[in-house]
């Protein structure tokens, strides 16, 4: 069974940065697609970016395009979020999912299509 464990959230004034790592134990991510999704308190869960399995594709929603990148280092089993130019409104718990397809270039940005998730990690935007 794929576990995840969600990392280097934290507290930042806007502007700043900050990079999530998703460790994956339990199994190689190498096959897994694997999709950022985050959730605020009153909010909807909305997805944020994914990545394929074999790192070719990449996605991102309008509201962090151009400020967050997505990357993955499967020989540490790995996924990376970057988040620069983080706005108040980024605030929320940040989780990791993972989960595989029938295509290693292909990634759903819906959570709801991932089987394994992590605990995720909190990141507050405040200045």
């Known amino acids: 069974q794929l576990q995840l464990v969600e990392s280097g959230g934290g507290s930042v004034q806007p502007g700043g940065s900050l990079t999530l790592s998703c460790v994956a134990s339990?199994?190689?991510?190498?096959?897994?697609?694997i999709v950022w999704f985050r959730q605020a308190p009153g909010k909807e869960r909305e997805g944020v970016s994914c990545?394929?399995?074999?790192?070719?594709?990449?996605k991102y929603a309008d509201f962090v395009k151009g400020r967050f990148t997505i990357s993955r280092d499967n020989a540490k089993n790995t996924v990376y979020l970057q988040m620069n130019s983080l706005k108040p409104e980024d605030t929320a718990d940040y989780h990791c999912?993972?989960?595989?397809?029938?295509?290693?270039?292909?990634?759903?940005?819906?959570?709801?299509?991932?089987?394994?998730r992590g605990q995720g990690t909190q990141v507050t935007v405040s200045g």
């Open positions: 999912a993972g989960d595989r397809y029938y295509s290693n270039t292909y990634c759903p940005m819906e959570a709801r299509s991932y089987e394994y």
């Open positions: 990545i394929s399995s074999n790192g070719n594709t990449a």
């Open positions: 339990g199994l190689t991510l190498d096959t897994y697609a």
